[in-house]
Structure formats: C-alpha cells, structure tokens
C-alpha cells in the first residue's frame, strides 16, 4: 500500500481502481442514511410546536372573550338588576340592566336625565344581547322628561327582560326605574290614595276593565309640587306586548306642578288596561287621588232618561264643524222634584270648571258651549243630584238649524220628547229685535227662551249657563185646557252690543209637549230716516195686540206734540214696500188712535209675517214693527 503524498497542504491518496472504487460505493451509501435523519427531526419539531400553538392560541381567545363586551355572556354578567321601585342612576354612557316582572302585571321601566338639559333614551330587550328590541321611549326632544315603556305580563310569561338606557343630548347622570304593578285600581271604588316621593320616575297600575265601556280615569293632587302625567295603555290580549308612550289609548299631560290629569277611554275588550304615572319634575313630592270610573258618552241629538244615582259622569265629543252646543236636563215632574244639577269641565279630572247649572228643584238646567271659540276637545259633564233622587232627562244637542230674521220656524219640542232645541242667529249691533214663540192653538206646553252670545264684557263666547243669557222670556206656564188663538205667547226685545253669530234657545219645563212658531225680526226698517231732530216729539206706541190673527185688528197710538197739517201712517212690509196707507190727513196735538184690520189696498188680508207701521210729519218719523199670524 501506498500512503498519499502531500500536495499544497492537502493529502492525496493512490489507491488501486477495484479499492477505490468499491470505497466510493461506500462513500455514497453512508451520506445517503446521514442526510434523512435532519429532515425527520425537523418534521417531528414543527409538529409539536404547531399542537403547542393552537393550545395557547385557544386557552387566549377564552381568557379575551370573557372580557369583550359585545358578547352575550358578557352582556348577562354585567347587567345590573332593577328593583321594584328603587331608581338607579349612573353616568350618561350606556347603562344596561336586566329585571324579572311579575306574573299577571303590568310593568314600566322609565328613565330620565338628573339635569334639566339631558334627554334620555331607553330600549327594552327580550335577550341579554339586546338584539331583540321590544320597544322604545319615543317622547324624543322633552329636555329632562321622563322616557318610558311599558309591557304586558297578562298575556305572555314573566321572564326576564333586558333594558338599555342612555343619554342622547344635554348633560347629567341618567336614573332608571322599574315599577313591577304592584296595586290594582277597582272601577267604580272610592278613590285610592297615594303619595309620589322624591326621586320617583313612574308607577302603573292594573285595572280590569269590561269591552266597549267607556271609562273616566283621573288623579287629583292634595298637596305637593309634583307634575304629574297620565296614560292608558290596551294590549288587547296580545302576547309580548311591549309599546311606548305614543300607543298609549288615552293621555294627559298638560298640566302643571301640584295639579291632576284626567283621561277618557274605552276599552276594547274584556282585559286588564296599564295606567301610566310620571312625574315630569324631579326631586318632588305629592300626595295625590287615583280613581276609575265607567262614564256615558252622550250621542248629540238623542235624548235619554237617567236617575236614581246621586253622581254620574258624561261626556261629550263635538263633531266638525265644530259650533254650539247645548247640553241640558230636565227633572221628572214628581211630587218632590229632584235637585239635579249640571256641571261642566275641561277635562275628567274635574279640575277645571266651565259651567255650573244649578237651578232651583224641578227646573231644566243646561250649559251652552261654542266649541268654534273654546279650545276643548271633549266635554266632562258631571250630574250631581242633591236630592231627592229621582229620574232626569239628559240631552246634548249640536249643530243647531240656522233661523233666518223674520221667517218663521216650526218649533216641535214634544213629538221626540226633546228638552230643548236652539237656532243661530246673526244679529246687528245697535238694532232692536224681537223674538217670538207662539204656541200652537190646543197645545199646552210650559216654553222659554233664552239668548246667548258675544257682549262687551265677553267679547267671544265659549261656555255659559241660564244666568249667562242676554235676555229671554219665560211669563206663561202649562195651559190646564190648551192655548187659544194669541195667548202663551213668549216674546222679548233685545239691542246687542256686538254684531256677530247668537244662540237662540227654547226648552220646554216639562214634558206635555211644546209645538209652536219660532221667529224674530228687527223692529225698525233697514235704512229708515234719522228721528226727529231735538225739540220735537213724533212718537207712535207699540201696536197692540201683536202678534194678532186674522180677524183681528191692531191698534196704534199716534203722540204728536202739536197739531199737523200733514200726516202720514202706512203699513209696509220687510223690504219697505207700501202694504197700506192707513191715514193721510191732519191730526191735533195729543194722542190719536189708529187701527189696521190686517188687510192691504185692495182690501185683501195680508199674508202672515212681520210689517212695519210708519208715522210722519213734518217735524219727523217714528216706526214700530207689527206681527200677523195666520
């Protein structure tokens, strides 16, 4: 064997060809098994830290989720409970809370900002990731008012609910209240009493109510500054029924501090209705009276005999176009008279009184509105009988005809059984009128008549009682056998201060039945001349009788101062025309009577109506309006 030589440093080795190169086969096997075991190791490597990584990878996103805030789990663990009753308030930032009502309630939950500038917004949720909205408060821009919704347990399962409060505008803390209906409110129960304490958002009550009954719910502030509102919320048995403020059937709230709400509603079928309190002003306190009541809404033109209670509510809703109104009772002619009295008011809390007919026992009462001029929407009318009790006669009538000057009018209070029916009519300012109701020969009905409308001290006319009337005419009273020709007649003069629209009102005093003629006239030509001038006298007397019937005759005094050559009395009807030249002649000074048979020129009788009886000379004029009746 031959050892290498060295060359440049480097060892050369000579090896016979059959020994070399059986060491390169060699050579090559042993780099082949050395060059596999790097790769396996490398795979085993990355394999075990890839298991390692999804490890810790897991075990991160479980320790990141628990503190995400947009995840249910999360949203459920960090809701606070609400309490029946006890506020909770906190920043302005959204506040989410979870609570549990009780079964077969109603429950509220309200919220409002501490600062008088803060608006506050609040949502409820039927899941604790506040994706399944059920209502919200939608009194938007009521700079600290109270926001609230309400839900009925009735009709669905009182699990818990979830509720999301914030501040939208403004400034200050925003206080949450839950108010599970804990107290139920009996319909025709005296009155609960309760008190509204310091930080006190909203309360609701249940309370049972029949289909198609019409109700007066209202609550009346003894004492304390609280502003108080009302509202009445219907389900209608629905399941999940969740609504806020603006579903509300019935609401109330334009009062102010220390003063009650009244509302009227009607339920839609037999359930239990939500009534909502709140209190518009924070920090305050109340002592206050809640109660339900059914009430009777009056249909317009439709009377209805009521009795035997000592208290009943009503109420009336005017229809357009919105004009008078008259709503008026009569008592029953029994041998001691019942003393039932009319009461009006602006709304069903009682509050506000508009007009108060007490009249004597046994006598029609009514209050006149002009709901053109007074700015109701509904009447509350409440009758209070001090006894005895007995029964009455109640009608509401609107939309009264319109009664033309001197056209006549059939008035029929007895057919229908009607207390009383009324016509408008427009009137100058300054003119002389007469009204006239002239009952029909044989009839026996007890009339009267009142006039109702503007005068200086009440300019425009919006509410009024029989006390309130300008003038009328109530002299005759039943006729035991009938009226006969000319007698029973009621009749009255009246000068308006104002020009403008009026209401004529006749009623019958009792039920015999009153049917007659109705009309009114000026009783002075349109356009006539000027009176005579200072210092002189031309005067002519009312004719009398007037109204007369054919066959009759009228007769007029003429009062001269002195003597005239030349004087003239005619006859002339509406629009001037000359029905008549009675007397044309001298006259000496004093009086001087005249009579007219009702017949015109040509010697025919004058149809029925208003004329007009002249008198001049040369010093002047005097006119008196006359009636003729067929």
């Known amino acids: 064997m031959q050892y ?11 090896l016979p060809p059959e020994e070399l190169e059986s060491w390169r086969k060699r050579t090559r096997s042993r780099h082949r098994h050395a060059s596999h075991l790097p790769r396996i190791f490398l795979f085993l490597v990355a394999g075990v830290l890839v298991i390692w990584l999804a490890i810790i990878l897991s075990a991160t996103l479980t320790t990141v989720s628990g503190d995400f805030p947009t995840l249910a789990v999360s949203d459920a663990d960090a809701a606070t ?77 009182a699990v818990t609910n979830y509720a999301r409060t914030d501040r939208i505008t403004g400034s200050g803390e925003v206080c949450t209240q839950l108010d599970c209906g804990a107290t139920t409110i009996v319909t025709n129960a005296p009155p609960v009493t309760l008190s509204w304490t310091t ?11 029949s289909g198609g009954q019409a109700y007066r719910a209202d609550i009346v502030v003894t004492s304390g500054t609280a502003d108080l509102g009302l509202a009445v919320f219907d389900s209608q048995s629905q399941a999940n029924y969740a609504a806020g403020r603006t579903s509300a059937i019935a609401l109330a709230d334009r009062r102010g501090n220390g003063q009650g709400e009244g509302v009227y509603f009607q339920a839609a079928g037999d359930d239990t209705v939500g009534l909502v309190l709140w209190a ?35 109420f009336t809703v005017p ?56 700015p109701q929407d509904t009447g509350a009318a409440l009758m ?12 509401w009538t609107e939309h009264p005809e319109t009664l033309l000057s001197g056209v006549n009018d059939t008035l029929d209070l007895g057919t229908l059984g009607h207390v009383g029916s009324g016509r408008v009519v427009s009137l100058l300012a300054g003119v002389q009128y007469q009204f006239v109701f002239d009952p029909e020969d044989g009839s026996r009905g007890d009339a009267a008549l009142g006039l109702y409308g503007p005068r200086l001290g009440k300019p425009v006319f919006t509410y009024g009682t029989r006390a309130d009337s300008i003038a009328g005419s109530d002299v005759f009273g039943e006729s035991a056998t ?21 209401l004529l ?20 030509l349109v356009g006539a001349p000027p009176g005579p001038p200072p210092g002189t006298r031309v005067a002519l007397a009312t004719p009398w009788p007037s109204p007369a019937r054919a066959g009759s005759t009228i007769h007029l005094r003429c009062d001269l101062v002195s003597a005239e050559g030349q004087v003239q009395l005619t006859i002339h009807d509406v629009r001037g025309r000359t029905v008549r030249r009675l007397f044309d002649g001298a006259l000496p000074g004093g009086a001087t009577v005249l009579s007219w048979d009702g017949r015109d020129g040509a010697g025919f009788q004058v149809a029925p109506g208003l004329y007009f009886a002249r008198l001049r000379t040369a010093r002047g004029q005097a006119t008196q309006p006359l009636i003729w009746l067929r």
Not at 4 to 14: Q, V
Not at 199 to 209: C, D, K, Q, T
Not at 363 to 374: L, S
Not at 482 to 502: H, K, M, N, Q, R
């Open 199 to 209: 930080g006190n958002l909203v309360r609701v009550f249940n309370v049972p109510v």
């Open 81 to 157: 409970t609400l309490t029946c009753g006890t506020p909770s308030c906190g920043t302005g930032a959204t506040q989410d809370f979870s609570y549990s009502p009780p079964a077969n309630s109603w429950a509220v939950v309200a919220a409002r900002s501490t600062a008088t500038n803060g608006d506050a917004r609040l949502c409820l949720y039927a899941d604790a990731a506040y994706t399944q909205q059920r209502a919200c408060s939608d009194a938007t821009s009521l700079f600290g008012g109270v926001e609230f919704a309400v839900m009925d347990f009735h009709h669905s399962p």
């Open 482 to 502: 009938g009226w006969s020709a000319g007698d029973g007649i009621e009749t009255f003069f009246v000068t308006p201060d104002l020009t403008g629209e009026y």
């Open 319 to 374: 229809s357009a176009p919105r004009s008078w109104t008259v709503l008026s009772l009569r008592p029953s002619p029994i041998a001691s008279p019942p003393d039932a009295d009319l009461r009006l008011y602006d709304s069903p809390d009682y509050l506000g009184l508009l007009g108060k007919s007490s009249a004597e026992p046994g006598v029609v009462d009514f209050v006149i509105a002009n709901y053109a001029t007074a």
């Open 505 to 524: 009102y006749a009623y019958q005093k009792r039920a015999q039945g009153v049917i007659g003629d109705l009309h009114f006239f000026p009783t002075s």
């Open 280 to 314: 518009n002003n924070a920090a305050t306190t109340a002592s206050f009276r809640i109660e339900v009541r059914t009430a009777t809404r009056i249909q317009p033109n439709d009377p209805v005999n009521y009795g035997g209670t000592a208290q009943k509510d009503f």
């Open 4 to 14: 290498p030589e060295g060359r440049g440093g480097r060892i050369s080795y000579s």
């Open 384 to 395: 209070i009988s001090l006894g005895p009790l007995g029964t009455y006669k109640l009608e």
